[in-house]
């Protein structure tokens, strides 16, 4: 059965740090460019980060550019989030999700399909 499992999310007090991982199981991960989604109570689905198939290409959004890393183990069939320098506004419930669209990934929505179920990320002092 494909899917993608996301793990990793908490509560982490603002600065502190925390990795996401996002797990594939079901069909071969570095066939696909894998982008990284948040969102937040009334707020739309945003891109966040993406990784291209190959790991070679990766994109941010410019909130969280310096701050977040996305890196790709395909040996392992997983893609990791690690989010240091936390901000209350990171608060959301993060999503991977593969790109049927373009190997080299983006931050549209759109372009992706098959979604995980989300892992929490709470950042409260």
């Known amino acids: 059965q494909l899917q993608l499992v996301e793990s990793g999310g908490g509560l982490v007090r603002p600065g502190g740090s925390l990795r996401l991982s996002c797990a594939a199981s079901g069909f071969t991960l570095d066939y696909y460019a894998i982008g990284w989604f948040r969102q937040a109570p009334g707020k739309e689905r945003e891109g966040v980060s993406c990784i291209s198939k190959s790991g070679g290409t990766t994109n941010y959004a410019d909130s969280v550019k310096g701050r977040f890393t996305i890196s790709r183990d395909n040996a392992k069939n997983t893609v990791y989030l690690k989010m240091n320098s936390l901000k209350p506004e990171d608060a959301a419930t993060y999503y991977c999700?593969?790109?049927?669209?373009?190997?080299?990934?983006?931050?549209?929505?759109?372009?992706?399909?098959?979604w995980g179920q989300g892992t929490q990320v709470t950042v409260t002092s």
């Open positions: 999700a593969r790109n049927h669209f373009n190997g080299l990934g983006s931050l549209r929505v759109y372009e992706y399909t098959s």
